[in-house]
């Protein structure tokens, strides 16, 4: 089953340079989306996250919210 992960990895893939996400005056490509995601997935599977895991995210609607929401279907 494919999740909204994977479908970020693809666009990051097939179109790397297009916008995928705008925070005020920044804009993120698919391809920086995707590596800042995989970066923060990465130290939350050193921190012993594992597939199936229940992860809750509480917090404000934060810039950095959508790069944490995506981290944590790539762990």
Do not use: H
């Amino acid at each position: 089953m494919m999740n909204l992960a994977a479908a970020l990895q693809r666009n990051a893939v097939s179109k790397p340079n297009k916008t995928a996400l705008i925070c005020g005056d920044k804009k993120f490509t698919y391809a920086e989306f995707d590596a800042i995601a995989g970066k923060i997935a990465t130290s939350m599977i050193k921190a012993g996250v594992k597939p199936g895991d229940r992860v809750a995210l509480s917090c404000p609607n934060l810039p950095f919210f959508p790069f944490v929401y995506f981290a944590v279907q790539k762990a």
